[in-house]
């Protein structure tokens, strides 16, 4: 297993950029108003590349899902975003080398963001309110992180985000968080089955990147440190601890991924929410070894409000495996990790996906310090 110094010097060779470590408060390159600002700049420090050094996709192509299969393997994962009936696929195997692409998907301008040191994808609207007009950004890597999470900006104002929570930490659009859409970490297979027909980011990005490989191979190991973090420590769960976080009427809770995928389906209740996180399948490590496609099983994850509308009544599904299939009690339905009924009386039928991200514990609980840790003793 590689050492936290020597893959973090591998991933800046591969990035063709100098080792640089040190904070960054003068925001050099930049022309960001510092005078608005909700962070001390002492916290950004620089990750390595300079700001557009890892070049966002900003006029994504895309290809059918059979086109993608020659080159991407059923058990990589994929974000999955979908917005009502619209759909689309973005392989991390790409999402790795860029960490940003600025898209449109169903007339909705948006930016779907995966950062490797925290293994967070979010997905975000880039329409802001700007003085009463609706404008809509689009967004680079900056080369900045905090607590170890990418920094974006807006080539717009200059504005720096964060992209974990989507808010806006130095710059003109201080006071503005970005609308956060429910993308989804599952496998291609999955992906396919949940959304046949969508089409997936294309590996012609305009850049020579060597796409499927991995350039932080062994950073998903349990016992590494985490890159360039600072942060708080939380001494709960192991830092890369894996995690699936939700958020769910204004609070916030870790369930430990290991546990989640031995159970297969948990139910609880958080902030009022009766929820159910589904943990299914052989979905790949983006992060463990150096082809993608080979990493360790670690399974996909999402977390759904569980009341559905059952013969005109509000109704809170009960869930349990049967047979390695998820089924509610109530009527019987099959659901996937996506939520979505697959058969039964319920068939078409989705659950309202909840914030969640399937992430590394010490991002988890730098940004969001209040969480609670699920055990089995609270079901």
């Not at 994808?121 to 905090?146: I, K, M, P």
């Not at 808010?167 to 970005?178: F, P, R």
């Not at 992906?191 to 969508?198: C, D, I, L, Q």
Request: glycine share 10%; with cysteine; proline share 6%.
């Amino acid at each position: 297993m590689r050492t936290a110094t020597a893959l973090l010097a591998a991933v800046l060779a591969v990035a063709g950029c100098a080792e640089a470590q040190s904070p960054a408060p003068a925001l050099p390159g930049f022309d960001t108003n510092t005078e608005k600002r909700t962070i001390d700049l002492a916290e950004l420090r620089t990750g390595g590349p300079p700001k557009d050094g890892i070049p966002s996709i900003d006029a994504p192509r895309f290809v059918s899902a059979e086109a993608a299969g020659e080159w991407l393997a059923d058990r990589e994962p994929v974000v999955l975003l979908r917005l009502g009936d619209a759909a689309k696929v973005y392989p991390l195997q790409i999402l790795t080398w860029h960490e940003i692409v600025n898209d449109t998907l169903g007339g909705v301008p948006v930016a779907v963001t995966f950062c490797p040191l925290c293994y967070s994808a979010v997905a975000v609207d880039r329409r802001v309110r700007v003085e009463g007009e609706t404008q809509t950004l689009e967004f680079g890597v900056s080369g900045l992180l905090r607590f170890s999470d990418l920094v974006m900006f807006d080539r717009q104002t200059e504005t720096l985000w964060q992209q974990y929570t989507g808010e806006a930490l130095v710059g003109d659009l201080v006071g503005t968080t970005l609308d956060v859409l429910p993308a989804q970490i599952v496998s291609f297979a999955q992906a396919r089955a949940a959304a046949p027909g969508a089409p997936v980011l294309s590996r012609e990005t305009g850049h020579a990147r060597p796409y499927g490989e991995n350039p932080y191979v062994g950073y998903d190991d349990a016992d590494q440190r985490p890159f360039l973090y600072d942060g708080p420590a939380d001494g709960r769960l192991r830092p890369m601890a894996r995690v699936v976080a939700v958020e769910a009427g204004g609070h916030f809770r870790a369930y430990p991924a290991d546990r989640t995928r031995a159970a297969g389906v948990v139910e609880d209740t958080l902030g009022g929410v009766p929820l159910v996180v589904v943990h299914q399948g052989e979905t790949a490590t983006a992060l463990g070894e150096a082809e993608i496609a080979s990493g360790r099983a670690v399974g996909s994850a999402g977390a759904f409000d569980r009341r559905v509308d059952v013969d005109g009544r509000a109704t809170a599904l009960s869930f349990r495996l049967d047979g390695g299939v998820v089924v509610d009690a109530e009527t019987g339905s099959v659901w996937d990790v996506t939520g979505t009924a697959t058969a039964g009386p319920l068939k078409g039928t989705r659950l309202r996906s909840l914030l969640t991200h399937d992430t590394f514990a010490f991002a988890w609980f730098a940004f969001r310090p209040e969480t609670t840790v699920w055990v089995n003793e609270e079901r």
